[in-house]
């Protein structure tokens, strides 16, 4: 029995593990999106969005989850007419990072309620095991 719990309480951890992960682009995300390149008709940052996997422990035989890979966005820039900018193309446009503030809020949100569901399942998970361990004895 405790077995199981023990389980469940791995499956947790690892979705807390990549929602962690999700959190760390998005804060990237944030962070950079005003940031624009200083090289004429350079490009700024671009987004970046985390994928996740499903894969099988080998050890437990659980359905567990890791990050796949980090992707950048290929969204297209929007455009800013700022001629005097030192990043500006030969008509004078900057190119603005495809990073929108809102979705990323979003975005976080939706990763911080999963983290936080992912910590309650490992809690309640601990708190079982404890007391299956208790009436053991």
């Given at each position: 029995?405790?077995?199981?719990?023990?389980?469940?309480?791995d499956v947790?951890?690892?979705?807390?593990?990549?929602?962690?992960?999700?959190?760390?682009?998005?804060?990237?995300?944030?962070?950079?999106?005003?940031?624009?390149?200083?090289?004429?008709?350079g490009e700024?940052?671009?987004?970046?969005?985390?994928?996740?996997?499903?894969?099988?422990?080998?050890?437990?035989?659980?359905?567990?989850?890791?990050?796949?890979?980090?992707?950048?966005?290929?969204?297209?820039?929007?455009?800013?007419?700022?001629?005097?900018?030192?990043?500006?193309?030969?008509?004078?446009?900057?190119?603005?990072?495809?990073?929108?503030?809102?979705?990323?809020m979003m975005?976080?949100?939706?990763?911080?309620?999963?983290?936080?569901?992912?910590?309650?399942?490992?809690?309640?998970?601990?708190?079982?095991?404890?007391?299956?361990?208790?009436?053991?004895?």
């Amino acid at each position: 029995m405790a077995g199981n719990l023990n389980i469940s309480a791995d499956v947790a951890a690892s979705g807390m593990r990549v929602q962690a992960e999700r959190l760390k682009i998005i804060a990237q995300n944030m962070a950079n999106a005003d940031s624009v390149s200083t090289e004429p008709g350079g490009e700024p940052y671009r987004r970046q969005v985390v994928s996740f996997q499903n894969y099988v422990d080998a050890e437990s035989g659980a359905q567990m989850v890791r990050v796949d890979k980090v992707v950048k966005d290929n969204a297209p820039f929007e455009k800013q007419y700022a001629p005097n900018h030192p990043g500006a193309d030969a008509q004078g446009y900057i190119a603005l990072p495809n990073v929108n503030p809102l979705i990323e809020m979003m975005d976080m949100k939706e990763a911080q309620r999963a983290y936080d569901a992912n910590l309650n399942m490992l809690k309640t998970a601990r708190e079982m095991n404890s007391s299956v361990l208790d009436i053991l004895k």
